[in-house]
Nanobody, 114 residues
Framework: QVQLVESGGGLVQAGGSLRLSCAAS????????MGWYRQAPGKQRDLVAA???????DYADSVKGRFTISRDNAKNTVYLQMNSLKAEDTAVYYC????????WGQGTQVTVSS
């Protein structure tokens, strides 16, 4: 059973930065498009950033210019660099494959204080 483990969240002031990491228990990232998602209380889980196996990226309009997704296939890890954080970025952040996702991990909580 593949396990996804997200880390790097925390409490940060508005305007601050965080770097999230997502590691998998098996060598599953190479060849797969990956995404970072977030879910705020009472809301659905939404895609915020995606990266193809070749490294092409795409972002939700709400985070464009502030977030950067990257991957290190050798380390089986996907990252999300988050800058200029806003209170509305507060959510639990998850990573997963874009297509045929694995069981979701526990995510990592990001809280931005205004």
């Amino acid at each position: 059973q593949v396990q996804l483990v997200e880390s790097g969240g925390g409490l940060v002031q508005a305007g601050g930065s965080l770097r999230l990491s997502c590691a998998a228990s098996g060598k599953i990232f190479s060849g797969n498009a990956m995404g970072w998602y977030r879910q705020a209380p009472g809301k659905q889980r939404d895609l915020v950033a995606a990266i193809t196996s070749g490294g092409s990226t795409d972002y939700a309009d709400s985070v464009k210019g502030r977030f950067t997704i990257s991957r290190d296939n050798a380390k089986n890890t996907v990252y999300l660099q988050m800058n200029s954080l806003k209170a509305e970025d507060t959510a639990v952040y998850y990573c997963n494959k874009r297509i045929y996702p694995f069981p979701w991990g526990q995510g990592t909580q990001v809280t931005v204080s205004s």
